[in-house]
């Protein structure tokens, strides 16, 4: 019997144990426990998984993860690391890319036809004779159809290599709820293409209940991609502000701490978060041996009444010949893609490197609010953006740049 490991444990021990775990893992010599964690950050993941091989997918890890205790939150974010690990994305964003929401209504339309039950969706010619003997009633058949038109099914999709993981979706049906759009679209056109070959495999899953559970899946796909619709704002001013005031009193998921390269106590907002928060955040950023200047580094927030605290090194100066500009675009750049991975839907900002660190102020503020701006208007996550300031000349740049800037009235 294989040891079992309690994700809790493992996190509470620190890296090095997470670290010696994943070899056990890649051998499938082990299993995870999940239950109680709903979200690791990617370093962690980074860590835990380093060892397993890179062929495999969520299916195969989901073989030494304890399924029933793996959360939603979390299995979302362990796919999302194997995607972005294999380099995947641009091609799945390609294959599913001819799936439209109308084209998605289209197919839940049948939906009602799959619940019904005590309907015949189909018959068998006894005749041995008969190389098709399923003979499936016209709704299925317009089901089928609709599949083909509105993209469901992949032209160039290699299928067949895909068929034990189409299977083991079959008999755990559980998984289908961590299943995305790109994975529902697999699994189609596996089972479709199947049928060509295995006469009634189609009924088997009319029978079991799997088409009604992927239309289901569907369904919560959908409304996904309907509340996406309605969030997107037509401009970013409406989740970006300024505010004078302290940043750790601010009603937010995750402060930015400007701090030093060895994640240091060091002064200003960096000393009042620490005195804050406490002394197990010196503990956590020690652990993470030091951030490069323009990166970011993510830890819980202790005593803090926010949950997650963002560290980023900003630029020092130097009369703008040492790519500071780039440098200071790459600190809210990364810090707002390290929130993004995480459960973050509102963060402030101090004003990075525009204090002791001497960078001209109103060029300061144009950088940060580009960088927002841009990052807002592709991401739907992060609902707010707030920039804390405790200095009366910088809440006033801020101010009037945000009006300029970002306000489509301002001409």
């Known amino acids: 019997m294989k040891p079992a490991f309690k994700l809790q444990d493992l996190l509470q021990q620190g890296d090095a144990a997470l670290a010696a775990t ?10 995870i426990d999940c239950e109680g964690v709903e979200f690791m950050t990617p370093g962690q993941l980074d860590l835990l998984f380093a060892d397993i091989p890179e062929a495999w997918d969520f299916l195969t890890l989901a073989q030494v993860l304890e ?9 979302q974010q362990i796919s999302q690391w194997i995607t972005l690990r294999s380099g995947q994305v641009e091609t799945e964003q390609e294959l599913s890319s001819t799936v439209t929401p109308k084209g998605i209504d289209r197919l ?9 039950k005590g309907i015949r969706l189909y018959e068998v010619n006894s005749q041995q004779s008969v190389l098709e003997p399923y003979i499936y009633s016209s709704e299925v058949n317009g089901f089928l159809q609709a599949l083909h038109d509105e993209g469901f099914i992949l032209p160039n999709f ?29 699994l189609l056109t596996t089972h479709v293409r199947m049928e060509r070959f295995n006469s009634g495999n189609l009924a088997q899953l009319l029978d079991n209940g799997h088409i009604l559970e992927v239309l289901l899946q569907l369904v919560a796909i959908r409304e996904s991609m309907a509340d996406i619709e309605q969030v997107v704002p037509t401009s970013s001013v409406n989740r970006i502000t300024a505010t004078r005031g302290d940043i750790i009193q601010q009603p937010v998921d995750a402060v930015v701490n ?3 390269i060895a994640l240091d106590i060091g002064g200003g907002v960096s000393e009042a978060i620490h005195a804050a928060a406490g002394p197990g955040l010196k503990e956590e950023c020690r652990k993470l041996k030091g951030c490069a200047v323009g990166q970011a580094k993510l830890t819980r927030g202790y005593n803090l009444s ?12 130097q009369g703008g010949l040492q790519q500071e500009d780039e440098l200071l675009a790459q600190c809210y750049r990364n810090s707002l893609a390290l929130a993004a991975l995480c459960p973050i839907q509102s963060i402030a900002f101090p004003s990075i490197s525009t204090g002791f660190h001497g960078f001209p102020i109103e060029r300061a503020v144009h950088i940060a609010l580009t960088e927002v701006d841009r990052f807002l208007q592709n991401n739907t996550s992060i609902e707010k953006v707030i920039f804390v300031c405790r200095d009366a000349k910088v809440f006033e740049v801020y101010s009037k740049l945000i009006k300029e800037m970002l306000d489509p009235s301002v001409v």
């Open 22 to 31: 994943s070899s056990l893992l890649g051998q499938q010599m082990a299993v």
């Open 67 to 75: 399924s029933h205790s793996l959360s939603d939150a979390l299995a």
């Open 306 to 317: 926010v949950p997650w605290i963002i560290h980023t090194v900003g630029p020092v100066w």
């Open 158 to 186: 290699d299928w067949g290599v895909w068929v034990d993981d189409a299977i083991q979706y079959v008999n755990e049906p559980d998984l289908l709820h961590y299943a995305d759009l790109l994975t529902l679209q697999k």
């Open 108 to 116: 839940l339309s049948f939906l009602p036809i799959f619940e019904r």
């Open 258 to 260: 400007t701090t030093n």
